[in-house]
């Protein structure tokens, strides 16, 4: 007994140990932002480029309505190295009384955004490490969102950043909107049809987006909602879970671009302007001849419709076809689908949606469209 009592002491007397030195670590090392480490430095970068940009309010009515305002949220983030957590940071949370934290002296242009770091061994911190999706949470009795993030996570780093995750997370928090269900349990159709005319959507959404004639845009959006009319009749239950992406993930989509262009980050998925970014048709050819490491499923996941639904949100913002058309995909149960509005606004202003499909798919080339198509759609099947 006596033994196993000297055993205990020693191992409490060597974590009281290694508890005191990381907590002396974290207090003297590295306080000041310039020290730490570039990914970490990064990291808090982006979170206080959101933070300040909406401290005064000032960019709010550009990115979205008012009730999505980012000076409301705080967020934890914690670095990971494979299995193993690294330090953890607190941006726009008060931490000041919490024996584990250790504020960090920013540069000038962050100088009124507090940032503190946490010891390695805080213990709440430990919870958060596996939390790679990121979510909110209680800390010190402050709600805040947490995630983790790496050297694949951090700016300009594309879909998946870590910018990406706070403005999406922080998004669905502030606004209304319809819930998505899983795509398991959506029964539609994958088919050569269905991916073709989704790809001779993305021919004229392209051309949509790039247009700057009002008369000519009409006219693309006329051709847009007759060929998305007529897949939708086709497979309604697709149309159905495509709008309800759309009018969530789509305008949190739109949502992010527009902070990220606000900040300079400029990370968008369809602006020709940059040189490293693509058209959705490109996105389209890259998938069907096998350029990119995904499967047909892309087409029809909540990430891809993502995409699509803040390209029409940006139809329907930079043309002003609706004034506070965000109320109208922010309204609880009465949400509609930026598809929706472009349809209505296409009914009622733009003449007949009954244009030939088959003018259409000769105007666009739908044979080339269709080839590639049937090569991935045979792939699949080859491959099952």
């Given at each position: 007994?006596?033994?196993?009592?000297?055993?205990?002491?020693?191992?409490?007397?060597?974590?009281?140990?290694?508890?005191?030195?990381?907590?002396?670590?974290?207090?003297?090392?590295?306080?000041?932002?310039?020290?730490?480490?570039?990914?970490?430095?990064?990291?808090?970068?982006?979170?206080?480029?959101?933070?300040?940009?909406?401290?005064?309010?000032?960019?709010?009515?550009?990115?979205?309505?008012?009730?999505?305002?980012?000076?409301?949220?705080?967020?934890?983030?914690?670095?990971?190295?494979?299995?193993?957590?690294?330090?953890?940071?607190?941006?726009?949370?008060?931490?000041?009384?919490?024996?584990?934290?250790?504020?960090?002296?920013?540069?000038?242009?962050?100088?009124?955004?507090?940032?503190?770091?946490?010891?390695?061994?805080?213990?709440?911190?430990?919870?958060?490490?596996?939390?790679?999706?990121?979510?909110?949470?209680?800390?010190?009795?402050?709600?805040?969102?947490?995630?983790?993030?790496?050297?694949?996570?951090?700016?300009?780093?594309?879909?998946?950043?870590?910018?990406?995750?706070?403005?999406?997370?922080?998004?669905?928090?502030?606004?209304?909107?319809?819930?998505?269900?899983?795509?398991?349990?959506?029964?539609?159709?994958?088919?050569?049809?269905?991916?073709?005319?989704?790809?001779?959507?993305?021919?004229?959404?392209?051309?949509?987006?790039?247009?700057?004639?009002?008369?000519?845009?009409?006219?693309?959006?006329?051709?847009?909602?007759?060929?998305?009319?007529?897949?939708?009749?086709?497979?309604?239950?697709?149309?159905?879970?495509?709008?309800?992406?759309?009018?969530?993930?789509?305008?949190?989509?739109?949502?992010?671009?527009?902070?990220?262009?606000?900040?300079?980050?400029?990370?968008?998925?369809?602006?020709?302007?940059?040189?490293?970014?693509?058209?959705?048709?490109?996105?389209?050819?890259?998938?069907?001849?096998?350029?990119?490491?995904?499967?047909?499923?892309?087409?029809?996941?909540?990430?891809?419709?993502?995409?699509?639904?803040?390209?029409?949100?940006?139809?329907?913002?930079?043309?002003?076809?609706?004034?506070?058309?965000?109320?109208?995909?922010?309204?609880?149960?009465?949400?509609?689908?930026?598809?929706?509005?472009?349809?209505?606004?296409c009914e009622r202003s733009f003449g007949s949606?009954?244009?030939?499909?088959?003018?259409?798919?000769?105007?666009?080339?739908?044979?080339?469209?269709?080839?590639?198509?049937?090569?991935?759609?045979?792939?699949?099947?080859?491959?099952?």
């Amino acid at each position: 007994m006596k033994k196993l009592f000297n055993l205990i002491l020693i191992i409490l007397g060597v974590v009281l140990i290694v508890v005191c030195v990381d907590l002396t670590t974290n207090k003297l090392l590295k306080t000041d932002y310039n020290d730490l480490d570039v990914s970490d430095r990064e990291a808090i970068a982006e979170l206080c480029d959101m933070t300040e940009l909406f401290r005064e309010r000032s960019g709010c009515e550009e990115v979205w309505i008012d009730e999505y305002n980012l000076r409301n949220y705080k967020a934890v983030i914690t670095r990971r190295f494979g299995f193993l957590k690294g330090y953890t940071y607190a941006v726009n949370m008060t931490a000041s009384r919490n024996i584990f934290a250790q504020q960090i002296i920013m540069p000038e242009e962050y100088s009124d955004i507090a940032v503190y770091r946490f010891a390695y061994l805080t213990p709440f911190t430990f919870s958060l490490a596996g939390n790679d999706d990121g979510g909110f949470t209680d800390v010190n009795g402050e709600r805040v969102y947490a995630s983790v993030f790496d050297t694949q996570s951090v700016k300009y780093n594309g879909a998946g950043s870590l910018e990406e995750q706070y403005a999406k997370h922080t998004f669905f928090d502030a606004v209304e909107s319809l819930d998505v269900p899983e795509k398991d349990d959506v029964h539609f159709e994958i088919s050569e049809e269905n991916v073709a005319l989704t790809g001779l959507q993305y021919r004229i959404l392209d051309d949509m987006m790039a247009e700057d004639s009002p008369e000519k845009l009409k006219e693309l959006i006329r051709e847009y909602v007759a060929v998305r009319e007529y897949q939708n009749e086709r497979d309604t239950e697709f149309a159905k879970y495509r709008e309800q992406c759309e009018a969530s993930e789509g305008c949190a989509q739109f949502a992010f671009y527009n902070i990220s262009d606000l900040i300079g980050h400029g990370m968008t998925y369809f602006n020709k302007d940059r040189s490293d970014s693509i058209t959705f048709y490109s996105a389209y050819y890259y998938l069907c001849t096998g350029r990119y490491n995904s499967d047909i499923s892309d087409f029809f996941d909540k990430t891809g419709i993502a995409y699509e639904g803040a390209a029409l949100c940006s139809v329907i913002a930079d043309n002003e076809l609706y004034e506070n058309w965000q109320l109208r995909v922010d309204a609880g149960d009465d949400t509609v689908a930026p598809y929706t509005l472009l349809k209505r606004r296409c009914e009622r202003s733009f003449g007949s949606t009954d244009k030939s499909i088959d003018d259409i798919k000769r105007m666009y080339n739908y044979e080339e469209i269709i080839s590639m198509a049937r090569t991935l759609v045979n792939e699949v099947n080859n491959y099952k």
